[in-house]
């Protein structure tokens, strides 16, 4: 039998987020700095724009199959906890704890923290606030954007959509650009005119699979969109469409404007076709882009990782203030200040070790994986329960999730292959082990109450 939607409870969320939003929300966590970068190294790992395009596809159609693996958890069992409930009931609390703890405490509060130092970068060449202008403006921006979460969804949902719509015009200011100029006639091989080897091809599918992160948290949205959980289909498929025409539009932009080979060769291609068409007002204008990319996904980031948190409220006694939430407002916000208090910590702590810092949130990669992967596999775990009828059903069972496991399964071994190069797979495990012992804490004092 499939779980109840939340939404009937003084203190359980309600249906208030329109759909609109919820497709800002999830274009707002999967557009990042990554679109800016991964273009570059795909082109030059590709080595050729059929097989370079061709990736991005690939990648498109990976994501959207874990989407539909999504959208059939998300009607079946809508929860704000998103995939941290999925986790719960294949796996048990205690596995989906552990989820929580790396969510809560480097995962999304790292990312947040990671973002708002970009966006505190770009700030500080507008106005300079002195030697640690960087994280005052990080500082800033985290409390800013958690206090408009704090008033209510319906006010995070404008903000998300209106910083959204920005976001997507200015990538389409640099698709402008790309086809404003024209790159030399021999940058560009004919297509399919070489073949890369199958581990470079593969290095490169890996760069587009993260560009396109970011979707699964549509999950916790699923018990708040308008119209009931099985909206959510239409909305997890519409976005990663908009996206998947995006990432190509740039794609295209920048092939046209640089070349294969200038792209491949460039470090800021984004930066490079700008200035091309614009001069340097264009250039600075694409600052401008990449700090409106950064506040979108810290503000989307916040809405579904506070969701995170207050399910481990609900589900732990010592941890109940967070399973508080506010109907009015719409939003929990205990779960929200505790989401933003470790993201300005995290700020902090960055500002001091920011090198470190940076590895890890990055060295984090295969607790995310491999938990993803958990996610796919509860798909056929909890199929044994017959649906109802405006249950979802995925599309080509079960050939879609295993799609979807294959991919998760490569992310963790090549994460944890890059990790193990750069001598940093402990990271990974200590984060672990420190939820381990949170865990065992929370279960001691579980038995004392």
Same mark, same amino acid.
């Given at each position: ?7 009937? !409870? ?50 498109? +159609?990976?994501?959207?199959? #874990? ?17 941290? &409930? ?5 796996? #048990?609390?205690?596995?989906? /704890? ?18 708002? %130092? ?13 030697? &640690? ?23 995070? !949902? ?7 719509? %920005? ?11 790309? /086809? ?11 297509? %399919? ?33 308008? #119209? ?33 080979? !200038? +792209? ?48 481990? #409220? ?34 902090? /702590? ?17 607790? /995310? ?10 798909? %056929? ?15 080509? @069972? ?19 292959? @890059? ?31």
């Amino acid at each position: 039998m499939s779980s109840s939607p939340i939404g009937a !409870g003084a203190d359980q969320p309600a249906q208030l987020l329109r759909p609109y939003a919820a497709v800002a929300i999830i274009v707002g966590i999967v557009i990042g700095a990554g679109i800016f970068k991964t273009p570059s190294m795909v082109a030059g790992v590709s080595g050729d724009m059929g097989w370079a395009l061709s990736i991005w596809v690939a990648g498109a +159609l990976i994501s959207i199959a #874990g989407a539909l693996c999504y959208a059939e958890l998300s009607t079946r069992h809508a929860h704000a906890g998103g995939d941290y &409930h999925f986790l719960e009931l294949a796996y #048990g609390r205690h596995v989906a /704890f552990l989820y929580a703890w790396a969510k809560a405490a480097v995962i999304n509060t790292g990312s947040i923290a990671l973002l708002a %130092f970009v966006f505190g970068d770009y700030m500080s060449k507008v106005i300079h606030l002195g030697v &640690h202008s960087t994280a005052i403006w990080a500082i800033g921006i985290v409390v800013a954007l958690t206090l408009v979460n704090l008033i209510g969804l319906q006010a995070s !949902g404008r903000v998300q959509t209106l910083l959204a719509v %920005f976001e997507v015009a200015g990538l389409i200011a640099v698709v402008i650009a790309g /086809f404003s100029v024209s790159a030399p006639a021999d940058s560009t091989p004919p297509m %399919f005119s070489s073949t890369p080897a199958l581990g470079m091809a593969g290095l490169a599918l890996v760069f587009v699979l993260l560009t396109f992160g970011g979707w699964n948290e549509a999950a916790y949205i699923s018990s708040e969109v308008a #119209g009931g959980p099985r909206r959510i289909v239409s909305i997890i498929v519409i976005s990663l469409l908009l996206i998947t025409g995006i990432y190509l539009l740039v794609n295209l932009a920048l092939i046209h404007g640089l070349g294969l080979k !200038g +792209l491949a060769q460039s470090k800021a291609a984004a930066a490079d076709v700008m200035g091309a068409a614009f001069g340097p007002i264009g250039q600075k204008a694409l600052g401008l882009i990449v700090a409106l990319a950064a506040l979108t996904s810290i503000n989307a980031t916040m809405i579904v990782g506070a969701r995170s948190n207050f399910a481990l #409220g609900l589900d732990w006694k010592a941890l109940r203030f967070m399973g508080r939430w506010n109907q009015s407002a719409g939003t929990p916000v205990p779960a929200l200040l505790i989401q933003g208090l470790i993201s300005v910590a995290l700020v902090v /702590f960055g500002l001091w070790q920011h090198d470190g810092f940076e590895s890890m949130v990055e060295f984090t990669a295969p607790v /995310f994986w491999s938990f993803l992967l958990m996610v796919g596999i509860a798909v %056929f775990v909890l199929r044994r329960a017959p649906a109802g009828p405006d249950e979802y059903r995925v599309p080509w @069972y079960p050939f879609t999730p295993l799609v979807f496991c294959a991919s998760c399964a490569w992310l963790a071994y090549s994460s944890i292959t @890059y990790a193990a190069s750069r001598n940093a797979v402990h990271v990974s495990i200590g984060v672990m082990a420190v939820g381990l012992v949170a865990l065992l804490a929370l279960s001691i004092a579980e038995r004392r109450r």
